[in-house]
């Protein structure tokens, strides 16, 4: 079975330049998170999607963050302008909608801004 | 605020013997909670869960205890094996809200 696709694996960009980050969820799963993951901060939940639909992004550090979802299976995060602190590794995950339902990660985007 | 906390970074143990991973949690409205192990390079995998309603929960050498009036749960994983060194993080959620807050992981080494 395919699990949770993340594309590119690895970004190296300057800084100011615009980066997109891209998800392919599992088939079938219709909740959809984006976790950013830092040595200080840990994991945290940047952003997350029922059916498409954002449902709450507290997490999303400022307006230079936006995420969409255009359909049920490819979402985007984009960081524009990019600065040297977003440098991290951002993780997509995705669920069954309904309680205790585990979120299913996929391998991540290391990115590094110059 | 670290509403989840995972006090030990690092934990060594034999080949064989039993690794206990532990965490703390502060928000008592969670009551789900869940054990992710993690590779390098590769994404956090589910490895268990449990609900509040339960204080134990067992999946072949893997097993989570829930204290909830202690706010802690544990993870037991017997016999332990070399292929079990990895990051484990915990994370608990509220009821139908969806948001996962994790600890920042131990790394666990088991020996040969």
């Known amino acids: 079975d395919a699990g949770v696709i993340q594309s590119p694996r690895h970004e190296v960009t300057e800084m100011g330049q615009e980066v997109t980050l891209r998800c392919k969820p599992i088939?079938?799963?219709?909740?959809l998170f984006w976790y950013r993951q830092t040595m200080m901060r840990g994991l945290e939940l940047l952003i997350y999607f029922n059916n498409n639909v954002p449902i709450d992004d507290s997490g999303m550090p400022e307006d230079r963050f936006s995420a969409k979802m255009p359909n049920a299976s490819f979402s985007t995060l984009k960081i524009q302008p990019s600065e040297p602190r977003d440098s991290a590794v951002y993780f997509c995950?995705?669920?069954?909608?309904?309680?205790?339902?585990?979120?299913?990660f996929g391998d991540g985007t290391r990115l590094s801004i110059l | 605020d670290q509403q989840v906390k995972q006090n030990s970074p690092s934990l060594s143990v034999q080949e064989g013997r039993i690794s206990i991973l532990n965490c703390d949690y502060t928000n008592s409205m969670f009551d789900y909670f869940l054990w992710y192990k993690k590779y390098p390079a590769e994404g956090p995998t589910f490895l268990i869960s449990?609900?509040?309603?339960?204080d134990k929960n067992e999946d072949g050498r893997f097993t989570v205890f829930l204290n909830k009036s202690a706010k802690h749960l544990s993870l037991h994983i017997v016999p332990s094996q070399p292929g079990d060194s990895a990051v484990y993080f915990c994370a608990a959620s509220r009821g139908s809200n969806y948001k996962l807050t994790f600890g920042k992981g131990t790394l666990l080494t088991v020996n040969p």
């Open positions: 449990i609900s509040s309603i339960k």
């Open positions: 088939s079938g799963h219709n909740s």
């Open positions: 995950a995705s669920s069954f909608k309904g309680n205790n339902q585990p979120q299913h």
